[in-house]
């Protein structure tokens, strides 16, 4: 038996939920279909169970520096694993909760739990039922790449979705993969007391962020006791008798990390192997991601892509922005596109960094003239008052239109401060217009026009 509906969303992540409840409410028959757990990424493996254990490893992390501060606190502090994970689950469950039961009650709205696989371009199988729309959209999102390092299946190993699971600190956490994720778990164990080191196939950190960036955020991560082995030419994975050594082979240095925990960090891949693209015609590439236009539309008519499984972000806020865009042209009659957006994100280790737009690297190859300006956070009022002065705020602009080309703020409250030139950028104003804002202090905003001030042309 055949249902039919106007639309139907496959997946409840950050773009689906939000365009199931613009369709309905424009008076559509919707069908959301769910295979395991509702909020997607963000809500069960990534941003909110993260960043809430981030926030623990913070509070140990500035215990221990409490005399710092002329505070008295017991030495060595406790790490209370089992309280910490629950805290965790707790905050993820109350979003995942929310978003399901929000669902659940959408008038117009059929939710379907299981998995959807395509029988055409416009069908799609859920078990024994079949669904028809002239509207698809896929929301599917990604998982952890499991790359093929010799040894791989033969030892344990943990991914980011499985390392939430722990309730005891790893003795050594051995994180291969030097980019965002691998460093924001990297730096939380060893805050919760764990020995760690960091292997990384390429000559730095961050491969993807200018050099001066990547070495800094390098000797905050040394500083506090992490072992960073870059240049690794040999990664290999074997059991040890006291847990599993990783083959390193870098210029210099041990040649194997011996670790009770072995995190593999090494990059996405989209959940789109198993939905049956190819019998409704979806092109994806060789990557698994599905291709998708300017406005987020796939080869086939009727059918959309959003979120992580697009290939054209990899963040909750670029999912959600995702939904806008469509929601916006399908029911607003606007014209909005995936290419208008500007690119933001930010690392969460401490202190955080915060990025929009190119990077001063990325801005050298478009061959225009350029303005570059940097200052210490050893030199930002607030950073000092609080005791964290690591880090640099960095700006690059076009020295004949005056616009702001991209931005970095490494340092304390660099991933809120970055919003200030963020939407300078949106606004496409000259950065001038900043320049003469009046911020408030002490911030770290405060110091934005102040770095503007001083832009300098590139020699």
């Known amino acids: 038996m055949t249902q039919f509906f106007d639309a139907i969303v496959i997946g409840a992540g950050q773009a689906g939920p939000p365009l199931a409840g613009r369709l309905t409410a424009a008076g559509m028959k919707v069908a959301l279909v769910e295979r395991k757990l509702f909020g997607g990424t963000c809500v069960n493996t990534g941003c909110m169970p993260t960043k809430t254990l981030i926030a623990s490893a913070y509070a140990a992390h500035l215990a221990r520096r409490g005399a710092e501060y002329g505070i008295a606190i017991e030495s060595p502090i406790k790490i209370d694993m089992p309280r910490i994970k629950a805290r965790a689950d707790t ?3 109350n ?11 959408m008038a117009g709205l059929t939710v379907i739990e299981g998995h959807a696989r395509f029988e055409g371009p416009d069908v799609v199988r859920i078990g024994d039922s079949l669904l028809k729309a002239p509207r698809i959209f896929i929301n599917v999102g990604g998982r952890a790449s499991v790359p093929a390092l010799p040894g791989v299946d033969s030892v344990a190993y943990l991914t980011n979705t499985s390392i939430l699971k722990l309730d005891t600190v790893p003795r050594h956490l051995v994180v291969v993969g030097g980019s965002y994720i691998g460093l924001e778990f990297a730096q939380m164990y060893r805050r919760f007391g764990a020995e760690v080191t960091i292997i990384e196939k390429g000559p730095r950190l961050i491969a993807r962020e200018d050099e001066d960036v990547s070495e800094a955020v390098r000797e905050i991560l040394v500083d506090e006791g992490i072992v960073v082995r870059t240049d690794a030419t040999c990664i290999a994975l074997k059991t040890h008798v006291d847990g599993v050594a990783v083959g390193i082979d870098c210029i210099s240095g041990e040649p194997a990390a011996v670790g009770s925990h072995i995190l593999l960090a090494v990059g996405r891949h989209p959940n789109t192997d198993d939905l049956g693209l190819d019998k409704a015609g979806v092109a994806v ?52 596109r995936v290419s208008d957006r500007i690119a933001a994100y930010a690392l969460y280790v401490d202190p955080p960094l915060g990025r929009v737009g190119l990077s001063e690297t990325e801005a050298m190859r478009i061959g225009r003239k350029l303005l570059v ?19 640099f705020i960095k700006v690059v602009a076009d020295a004949e239109t005056k616009k702001i080309l991209g931005a970095a703020i490494l340092g304390v409250s660099g991933d809120e401060a970055i919003h200030g030139i963020l939407d300078m950028m949106n606004a496409g104003a000259p950065y001038p217009v900043l320049q003469w804002a009046v911020p408030i202090h002490p911030t770290v905003s405060e110091l934005i026009p102040t770095v503007l001030g001083d832009l300098k042309p590139t020699t």
């Open 91 to 93: 905050v993820s469950t």
């Open 95 to 105: 979003a995942r909760t929310g978003v399901e039961t929000w669902l659940r009650g």
């Open 285 to 336: 590439d060789a990557r698994g991601y599905i291709g998708v236009d300017d406005s987020l539309a796939t080869n086939v008519p009727g059918v959309w892509a959003l979120g992580d499984c697009n290939g054209r972000g990899a963040f909750t806020h670029t999912s959600y922005n995702d939904y806008e865009i469509v929601a916006a042209n399908l029911l607003d009659r606007g014209n909005h």
């Open 373 to 391: 300006s940097k200052r210490s956070m050893t030199r930002v009022g607030r950073a000092i008052e609080k005791g964290e002065t690591k880090g």
